[in-house]
């Protein structure tokens, strides 16, 4: 028996901005607040979202005290602001962190206490209702959010999040055109966490053969169009194509869930303050180098969806292939491929796995047990560089 969620409506493809008015009088609103990050406010995407609201005459707040990877406090300070607003709808624009705060914060403005109090690990609260309707708009062809019920935070040496349904969006506008202005390294990382998400819903061992169609037809367009995508971000083709993956990897990982990259990118991004991308990516191939004997049937899909011809090979050595091809991706767009690049001292490595293995709900999902000693290994091979495999 298998479940699959999503928002109730997702509407996609270059334009489809332009229906933000119609999606906000489904729910009769008389006013929306914007949550959106400076740097989407810089480069003008908001004011085009503007520019579309105050066409079809709709009034609005607008919040920006959001960074990113943010932490517990940035996101109570925006339940604040939303508590003292007469808004009765949000919208979130922007890459991740955006989403993420505007999803818990359109909750959260309906209950007492703190973010802290509804995270996952460490919270003692309870969610109870939906709070306000939510409309997301992703300006990154990465994270997912848009179409995912969880919401990271930043604690002082690692993650946590809250996940809950109430946090799905009503409405998710996945419009390409948003993604035209990515810088190459922006659009690298967050691509690299899209594929992320698509490989590992892949061997989830929740996997359904829902979510792999979806985490196989994202892993092929984004493979194909990432480079390009990051080279050449004014190809409308390979920006069309990595917001789709992008997309549909998101509706998969959501229902098959992530795991060991996710799970050991985490105190990365804690402890180091790597963005989420950079996390993943420079993990990814040394996840999948320990993972890979574990679910080679997968794994020979992933081959094929990478491109890999497989003209001659054994299954195994198909496997070993896609890896490589996972590497190759990684270092083809401009992302370190080892952690002492990003300035991470081999000391830190027994802290990080430790903190690691506390990420039970992600590692879990893994066709592969982790032991602490196979973290400290994968940790390992990513500080020296090296594949297994090579
Ligand atoms: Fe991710």
Redesign the pocket.
């Known amino acids: 028996m298998y479940n699959f969620v999503s928002p109730l409506t997702i509407i996609s493809g270059a334009g489809s901005l332009a229906k933000l008015p119609e999606q906000i009088n489904r729910f009769n609103a008389k006013k929306v607040m914007i949550f959106a990050d400076p740097g989407v406010i810089q480069v003008g995407i908001v004011k085009k979202v503007e520019d579309v609201l105050v066409g079809a005459g709709i009034t609005y707040d607008l919040y920006s005290e959001i960074i990113p990877e943010p932490p517990v406090h940035i996101a109570d300070q925006a339940v604040s602001a939303l508590k003292n607003s007469d808004a009765d709808m949000v919208i979130g624009i922007g890459g ?1 962190s955006s989403l993420d705060i505007t999803k818990a914060v359109a909750v959260l403005s309906k209950h007492e206490g703190t973010v802290a109090d509804y995270l996952n690990l460490t919270g003692t609260k309870k969610l109870s209702n939906k709070g306000l309707p939510k409309i997301l708009i992703p300006t990154t062809s ?3 959010s848009e179409v995912t019920d969880i919401a990271v935070f930043s604690l002082e040496s690692s993650k946590d999040v809250i996940t809950n349904n109430y946090l799905l969006a009503d409405v998710a506008i996945v419009d390409p055109e948003l993604t035209y202005t990515l810088p190459p390294r922006i659009t690298a990382a967050t691509g690299v ?1 899209a594929l ?2 698509a490989v590992e819903a892949l061997i989830s061992v929740n996997a359904s053969p829902l979510t792999d169609a979806l985490a196989l037809d994202a892993i092929r367009r984004i493979s194909q169009n990432i480079r390009t995508g990051v080279w050449h971000g004014s190809n409308v083709k390979a920006r069309s194509e990595l917001s789709w993956g992008s997309l549909i990897a998101g509706l998969s ?1 959501y229902n098959a869930g ?1 795991s060991g990259v ?1 799970a050991l ?1 985490y105190p990365l991004g804690g402890l180091f303050k790597l963005s ?2 950079d996390s ?1 990516a420079v993990l990814l191939p040394y996840v999948f180098d320990f993972v890979w004997p574990s679910c080679i049937e997968k794994m020979v899909l992933m081959a094929d969806a990478l491109g890999v011809n497989r003209a001659g090979l054994s299954n195994r050595e198909a496997a070993i292939a896609a890896v490589k091809a996972l590497y190759d991706i990684v270092k083809d767009v401009g992302i370190p491929t080892n952690l002492q690049e990003f300035d991470i001292k081999e000391e830190y490595i027994e802290k990080l796995s430790q903190d690691a293995l506390k990420q039970k709900r992600l590692l879990a999902r893994s066709p592969k047990p982790f032991t602490i000693d196979d973290i400290r290994k994968v940790y390992t091979a990513a500080y020296n560089g090296k594949l297994n495999l090579l």
């Open positions: 991740g990465g994270t997912g966490d992320t998400h990982f992530v996710h990118a989420h991308g993943n």
